[in-house]
């Protein structure tokens, strides 16, 4: 098969990999497509400090080609999304259905091979079938959205919550899909005034941009949700929760940023960390067939697998939002 393969830091080569074999309790799928994220990008530079050689990307939707043997939940030919977190299943945490921080955990595309490749190796338990009436397209952007669907299902907002989103980013707009569902009135902070309009096309009430003459108010957000990752992303949160606020956190900095703990008691804040998913992805598939969120304006790119190591280098430019690799 072809696949895109790391082998050194910053360089993914095409290159002729045997195709892959399925054991017992796993199946074989052909992607159809394949999403770029954020993680993609560091794994790229050399960020998770894994093993190389490995074939990247974790969002994948493709056919069962294969069924390894005990395989029951899936049958060969049908079409399937990828739940790209493996728990081990037999530890406190997976116990207590908190498998998205088991310690055990085995990341596709970072620990094993991943789905920028022609076909790809996972475990059964993983695969959820694409229900009838959706399009590839739009499954494949299951896996981000189940990120976002975590954050929501974390600190849920209610009706007339004045909702900030730090990030509109692919999973910051797609927080935002989510909360304007639940009645909330949202307002967006981003960088970049490509990021803003897009916001304010997919239902932003207002949208802000970082440094820019017209500010938030501070003390004025009922609950934030912080995606961008930025190092200052929970120090700003602080200052812009209102009273009783509450501000989940997604972005993973990576660097230490001084601060208010003052404002979190005197605000009485809560603060809550968000990791991936559990258990949303039934629940998020059926919210894509029925229609009532369309998240494939973010989609910006299409691409082959000759043009995604470019593609990865240049992962920040102001106009790329989701690009799907197409096999
Ligand atoms: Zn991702
Ligand atoms: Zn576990």
């Not at 993680?39 to 400090?49: A, E, I, N, R, V």
């Not at 043997?69 to 060969?76: F, I």
Request: charged letters at 20%; a negative charge; proline letters at 7%.
């Amino acid at each position: 098969m072809r696949a895109a393969v790391l082998d050194q830091t910053a360089k993914l080569a095409i290159r002729d990999l045997p195709d892959p074999v399925p054991g017992p309790g796993e199946v074989v799928i052909a992607v159809s497509l394949a999403g770029v994220c954020g993680s993609d990008y560091s794994l790229y530079h050399g960020k998770f400090g894994v093993p190389l050689p490995v074939v990247p990307g974790h969002e994948g939707m493709g056919t069962v080609t294969e069924v390894g043997h005990g395989v029951s939940n899936v049958t060969v030919g049908q079409r399937v999304v990828i739940q790209p977190n493996f728990a081990c299943w037999d530890c406190d945490l997976c116990g207590t259905g908190m498998d998205n921080i088991c310690s055990e955990k085995v990341r596709l595309g970072i620990d094993v091979n991943g789905v920028f490749a022609q076909y790809v190796k996972v475990p059964s338990r993983y695969v959820w079938p694409v229900p009838e009436g959706l399009d590839d397209r739009t499954a494949v952007l299951t896996e981000p959205l189940a990120v976002a669907a975590h954050g929501v299902k974390v600190l849920p907002p209610a009706e007339g919550d004045r909702v900030l989103i730090i990030g509109a980013g692919v999973i910051g707009l797609m927080t935002l899909l989510l909360a304007k569902l639940n009645g909330a009135n949202v307002t967006v902070l981003d960088l970049l005034t490509e990021h803003m309009s897009l916001a304010e096309k997919m239902g932003a009430d207002s949208a802000f941009r970082v440094g820019g003459d017209k500010k938030p108010d501070p003390s004025s957000f009922d609950l934030i949700y912080e995606t961008s990752g930025a190092p200052s992303g929970l120090s700003d949160a602080i200052g812009l929760a209102a009273p009783g606020g509450r501000i989940a956190l997604q972005g993973l900095p990576g660097t230490e940023h001084p601060v208010s703990t003052t404002q979190i008691v005197r605000k009485e804040l809560t603060v809550m960390g968000s990791m991936i998913y559990t258990d949303e992805f039934p629940g998020v598939l059926e919210l894509l067939r029925s229609g009532r969120i369309d998240p494939r304006p973010l989609i910006s790119d299409l691409i082959g697998l000759d043009d995604l190591d470019h593609v990865i280098k240049n992962f920040n430019a102001p106009d790329r939002f989701k690009v799907l690799v197409s096999f």
